[in-house]
């Protein structure tokens, strides 16, 4: 059986009750949030043997956080829990969500700098004798984005992970508050010839071809959306380059009104193109919708579904977690995501 093990940062989450802004609230809910983390656990909840390795400081926030995990399966064996001399500012990051109402979108305050994980000498770590326990590794676009040590750190798995032959995920889960769009370009490029499954970066906007540079806009700040014919080109353009990649997809949200959306998601897959259901719902909590989406895409693959049932299941995860209070898709099994996926929306007794 597969044994999954992702590397990143848990954050907790302070969230205004009831939609209120940070400005009119005089209550915090708490909560833990991370995307590694919340795939840590969306894949513990299907009942695969999952694993988080990070670094918290070893007081009660710190602990707190991973008994969280704990109490939801997921193993926390490997997480370092630092002493302020390992970790001078030993602080565990955090962040505010001001959860959007119809037209108004949700906003997120990171207050996460010099949080543990970026203090601390990950030298000091024998990576293959973490890893090789291991047959699959999940890593993001955010801890490289931390600081240069956890940048290292990304680099230095992904190259392990390769050399042991584990298959490795990777979400691109661009954060412009944390770096750049052409920082977040240059490493996630550098990280491609490690990766089977790419999730969350096109790999349009990661193409940066020597003779057409407009191939990798952003336009305004957003990375510019390719037509389907020009997909397809580069798709393939990409395969011949990183002939590793087995998968490649990405999901979209069409916003119909402020909570009103529909999710669909699109999937290379060994030389096929695939295109999901259309799921429409309204939106209670949106964090971490990309996150249930590749926990659902790599529990599919783990357990060799059809490419269709593949991105169907994955997109029945995310959208179900468009419904969930909270980061992680905390409460679903897989018989419920099944059932979603297969459209049927009767009440169960
Ligand atoms: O994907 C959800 C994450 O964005 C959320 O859990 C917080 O990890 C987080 C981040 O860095 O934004």
Redesign the pocket.
Known sequence: PEKFITV??I?L?LTPPNYEKIRMTSTFEASY??????IALALANLGVDSTFFSVVPNNSLGKSAIRMLRSNDVHCTPVILSTPEQTPTHRLGS?YLETGYGIRASK?T?D?KNSAITEFDFDTIDLKGLLEHFTWLHL?G?TP?LAPNCRKLTMECLKTARELGLTVSFDG?F?ST?WTWDEARDFCTQCLPYVDVLLGIEPYHLWRDEEDHSKGDVKDGIPFQPSYEQQDEIFQAFIDRYPNLRCIARHVRYAHSGSENSLKAFMWYEGHTFESKLFTFTILDR?????AFASGLIYAMMHHYKPMDMINFAVASSAIKHTIRG??NITDDVDTIRNLMNMNYDIKR
């Open positions: 990143g940062e954050m989450r949030g991370g995307s590694e983390a919340n962040y997120v990171y996460r993001s955010i984005a889960n954060r944390l964090v971490g919708g990309g996150d980061d992680a």
